[in-house]
């Protein structure tokens, strides 16, 4: 299989482009979005949320034609006031702002350094219409079906499937994969520095209840009315003793609320190009406190109970805050403050989300 990108040139733009009124896409970035000329075919009827990282008196230039709304430092500031501390900073995890101030149903999220890959028939991938296929039909978290997702076509479910479960549950969370620059630890990457992922294996799969997952952020698609004030990415990067764990957090978190309230988590198709390999000692050098503290983190996950009157996802997710602090408080002095960052994040959610109603916030210069 060939590694490069799809060319898009000669590709027609979506006639009916599906949730097009329903789906906000979020890219975080720090430079010029030349990127999303590849995507035009699939991008150019939906409405963009730009979260722009680090300095907030660069210009990032937008191609024209695309529908948008940028939101800097100063805009995250201004919006949520003291609240905003618990947005990163110079981390990509500032993605999760676009998360609240959007007023979509559907939340697609995509790096600048993702373009459209080749299906193994050379044809252009809509990353988009798969994670908008995926979210659309149920999961099946509670029993695994070996022909994987039975509701794609030309599979159901198989011989010994209980007919009790064939209806599923609604899905909260597609999550895409990756071709060319596999997206590994700075550890693996340093000793596999030329390794790049050929295979594309043409199958989604739901994740099963009780197991959790290694979530990235870069290819992801979520039902924000669902699992949305789950989605927190987290205190990374700049004055944090960690980073390049905010989408892992976030996995992590999310998958514990999905099987706590009966929903499902999918992964799979589809596939973007991954291109540029990030630095494997700056990755190091952010990672490796995570290294040592995943081994405590997730038996943490793997434990955790919330009670059954937690029955919302803020509700889950303050009660986990809680259990965060109790229990890896201990592990380092960091999980304190980011407990407490997350309930300054649902608090913030809930100001820009009020329950039943259409809240509006001021948008950032577009």
Known sequence: MTLEPANTAGVAKTATPLLKDELDIVIPTIRNLDFLEMWRPFFEPYHLIIVQDGDPSKTIKVP????????????????????????????????????????KKYIFTIDDDCFVAKDPSGKPVNALAQHIKNILSPSTPFFFNTLYDPFCEGADFVRGYPFSLREGVPTAVSHGLWLN?????????????????????????????????????????????????????????????????????????????????????KTGLPYIFHSKASNPFVNLRKEYKGIFWQEEIIPFFQSAILPKDCTTVQKCYIELSKQVKEKLGKVDPYFDKLADAMVTWIEAWDELNPAGAGATVANGKA
């Not at 043409?202 to 290694?214: C, S």
């Not at 989408?247 to 988590?265: E, P, R």
């Open 64 to 103: 024209e034609g695309f529908d948008y709304e940028l939101y800097n430092r100063n805009d995250i500031n201004r919006i949520l006031g003291p609240k905003a501390s618990c947005i990163s900073f110079k981390d990509s995890a500032c993605r999760c702002f676009g998360y609240m101030v959007s007023k």
């Open 181 to 265: 620059i596999p997206d590994y630890d700075a550890p693996t990457q340093l000793v596999k520095p030329l390794e790049r992922n050929t295979r594309y294996v043409d199958a989604v799969l739901t994740i099963p209840k009780g197991t959790l997952f290694p979530m990235c952020g870069m290819n992801l698609a979520f039902d924000r009315d669902l699992i949305g004030p789950a989605m927190y990415f987290g205190l990374m990067g700049d004055g944090q003793p960690i980073g390049r764990y905010d989408d892992m957090w976030a996995g992590w978190c999310t998958k514990v609320i999905c099987d706590h309230l009966g929903l499902g988590v």
